[in-house]
């Protein structure tokens, strides 16, 4: 079984702070996906990476996947109020061929203080 | 492009009652999967479609859960008695093709059960 860890757990932070989330596997993906859900909605895709050591940027936003593919980190520089939420990743499964489940960590809940 | 549908939003029911879950997926979209996400935790797949076949269920607690997608269109998730551990949120999601990489979720349903 394939396990996504995600740290820190739970962040709360002022605004224009900036910060860093991990989710780290013992199991190589061949994608890894981050997702951003607000209370009472489902999440909400904010970006693939399918290549060891890719860095992709949105806004604010910095991802970056991991050499060996075990691993992903999101940045956010100067956090917003907006930025609050439940952070969720999800790696895609390694061998070709094979469903397209996706497994997701329990996920980081951000809280960005005015 | 109108989003996954899902109804009703909310249900609070007793425990040994049934309830069952509506699910509209993204127009073209093949694959279409449940999830449920227990609250502090990620989306856990309970059963995968592709088109109206099933692809994964392997999760599913089958002497309870049952779920069909009988025109390989819209869908239903339906629990058949309740325990009190069935309360989460229950997530629809939909893809174009098997292997995507990525799923775009529903609003999901709340399940509340006493």
């Known amino acids: 079984t394939q396990l996504l860890e995600q740290s820190p757990q739970f962040l709360s932070i002022q605004e224009g702070e900036n910060l860093t989330v991990y989710c780290n596997s013992s199991?190589?993906?061949?994608?890894l996906q981050w997702y951003r859900q607000e209370p009472g909605e489902g999440p909400v895709l904010l970006v693939t990476?399918?290549?060891?050591?890719e860095v992709k940027k949105l806004k604010r936003l910095t991802f970056q996947f991991g050499d060996a593919r075990k691993d992903s980190s999101l940045h956010i520089t100067a956090a917003q109020p907006g930025d609050t939420g439940l952070y969720l990743c999800?790696?895609?499964?390694?061998?070709?061929?094979?469903?397209?489940?996706?497994?997701f960590g329990k996920g980081i809940t951000l809280s960005v203080r005015p | 492009e109108a989003g996954v549908a899902q109804s009703p939003r909310y249900k609070i029911i007793e425990k040994r009652q049934s309830v069952a879950f509506w699910c509209n997926p993204i127009?073209?979209?093949?694959?279409l999967y449940w999830y449920q996400q227990i609250l502090g935790q990620g989306p856990k797949l309970l059963i995968q479609?592709?088109?109206?076949?099933?692809?994964?269920d392997s999760q599913l607690p089958k002497d309870r859960f049952s779920a069909e997608r009988l025109k390989g269109v819209d869908s239903t998730l339906k629990i058949q008695p309740a325990k009190l551990e069935d309360s989460a949120v229950y997530l629809c999601?939909?893809?174009?093709?098997?292997?995507?990489?990525?799923?775009?979720f529903g609003p999901g349903t709340r399940l509340t059960v006493l």
């Open positions: 999601a939909s893809n174009r093709l098997r292997d995507a990489r990525s799923e775009y």
């Open positions: 199991s190589v993906f061949s994608s």
């Open positions: 990476v399918v290549t060891g050591g």
């Open positions: 479609f592709q088109n109206n076949g099933v692809v994964d």
């Open positions: 127009s073209g979209h093949a694959t």
């Open positions: 999800a790696g895609g499964p390694h061998k070709t061929g094979a469903n397209s489940k996706l497994t």
